[in-house]
């Protein structure tokens, strides 16, 4: 009876050291790509982090959602952040700097408009 035992085993035995094989190849094969995506993502180049601000053309009449991305705010923010807001987008494109009339009429109408404080019909251009 112990020799039916013993084959009974064997197979279980012999299977053990193969089963622990594949997982140390599946482990080492895991660990590659590891190595080699985080030596991909160390050695990516640089990208400057900047503030992402309103890309595309203007609507014919400015909307409350394009004055908020115009000035990088939400649309129901307080008068005080659409002013602070206005300034620092002014102070970088105002036409005595160097900036350009065009886009410095869409400032102040997105302002206007977020204020609730329509002139005319929009803008001169």
């Known amino acids: 009876m112990g020799s039916i035992d013993q084959r009974a085993d064997a197979p ?3 299977a053990t050291p193969f089963i622990a094989g594949v997982a140390i190849a ?3 094969i895991a660990g590659k790509y590891g190595v080699e995506a985080w030596h991909a ?3 990516r180049p640089a990208v400057p982090r900047l503030r992402k601000f309103y890309e595309g053309g203007f609507q014919p009449t400015m909307t ?3 004055a908020a991305l115009i000035l990088g705010v939400r649309e129901s923010v307080a008068q005080e952040k659409i ?3 206005h300034r620092k987008v002014m102070v970088a494109n ?3 700097a160097g900036g350009s009339d065009y886009l410095a ?3 102040n109408e997105a302002k206007d ?3 609730g404080q329509r002139r005319g019909s929009g803008s001169a251009f």
């Open 12 to 14: 279980i035995s012999q």
């Open 26 to 28: 599946a482990a080492a």
């Open 41 to 43: 993502f160390r050695t």
């Open 64 to 66: 409350r959602r394009e």
């Open 83 to 85: 002013k602070e807001a």
């Open 94 to 96: 105002h036409p005595d």
């Open 105 to 107: 009429t869409k400032i």
């Open 113 to 115: 408009v977020l204020l």
